[in-house]
């Protein structure tokens, strides 16, 4: 793996990037109701992205990916393309949104419960929260010393704690002037010995990447649909995924995505 260790002004870069992208969950979260399609929200995600943001949405053209979001409904685990679905009662959805702006991405994902949290059955809410928890376990291991295996293990132990699967053909990423870069963040524990030393790479300053753990109520094992995008459970269970960008500072770490409500019910 060839990790670039970021410069004081790439990170101030990432960090305008990382908060625009942040800004644009927040501001979808009011169009996410029953009877939407998923392409109005992924217009009016566009619209802002380009027009309020001068930015560009990184997903449009990437690698032949259709539209500016993905957008991924109950048992789709990433990567949804955006069409004339209409959102109902209960649903449970993704939207991963990255910018670039000057030059630079950020990249960060969040659930929404469509019709509200308490329209959700419970073992929905629970996916969902596990999941977030998850990632910020994840998060909380990111330190100098520590290794990328600490934050998969952190991310495993606690979804199995629970009884749910962890994806594993999908990971984090490296990021900065390019989309997806090394390292691998894997959310899981690899059981070849080769690939958990891969994983053995000890952390340091200036190092940015995203974490982005997508787990599922059944099994692991994931299906991609005839689009060539659309991810989904095997087993047509429901899967969940948050994400945020970050670095690694000198004493732990620095989130580049973070939205308002996080900061203000402190939630790491
Ligand atoms: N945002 C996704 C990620 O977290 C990648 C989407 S690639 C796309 O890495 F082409 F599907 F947009
Ligand atoms: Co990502
Ligand atoms: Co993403």
Redesign the pocket.
């Known amino acids: 793996m060839n990790i670039v260790i970021k410069t004081e002004e790439q990170i101030e870069k990432l960090r305008v990037a990382g908060k625009l992208a942040a800004e644009v969950l927040e501001m979808i979260g009011a169009y996410v109701v029953p009877g939407v399609t998923t392409d109005e929200l992924n217009s009016i995600c566009h619209d802002y992205i380009v027009n309020t943001q001068n930015a560009i949405p990184?997903?449009l053209n990437?690698?032949g990916?259709p539209k500016s979001v993905?957008i991924s409904v109950n048992h789709v685990v990433?990567?949804g393309i955006p069409s004339n679905k209409k959102l109902k009662k209960g649903d449970i959805v993704n939207i991963?949104v990255?910018v670039i702006k000057d030059g630079m991405h950020g990249?960060t994902?969040k659930m929404y419960f469509v019709g509200g949290e308490n329209k959700a059955s419970v073992l929905a809410k629970r996916l969902v929260d596990i999941t977030q928890a998850c990632l910020y376990k994840g998060i909380q291991n990111v330190k100098p010393g520590n290794t990328f295996l600490d934050i998969a293990e952190a991310i495993e132990t606690h979804a199995h704690k629970h009884n749910f699967s962890v994806v594993e053909i999908f990971c984090g990423?490296g990021i900065g002037e390019v989309?997806?870069e090394d390292p691998q963040v894997l959310h899981y524990v690899p059981s070849s010995a080769r690939e958990k030393e891969r994983l053995a790479i000890e952390l340091k300053p200036g190092m940015v990447f995203?974490i982005?753990p997508m787990i599922n109520a059944g099994k692991k094992q994931v299906t991609i649909l005839k689009d060539g995008?659309t991810a989904v459970t095997k087993d047509k269970s429901l899967s969940a995924q948050w994400?945020h960008t970050l670095a690694v500072t000198d004493t732990g770490y620095e989130i580049f995505t973070l939205r308002q409500e996080e900061i203000d019910k402190g939630s790491i």
């Open positions: 990184a997903p990437y690698h990916f993905c990433c990567h991963d990255t990249d994902s990423h989309f997806h995203t982005e995008w994400e």
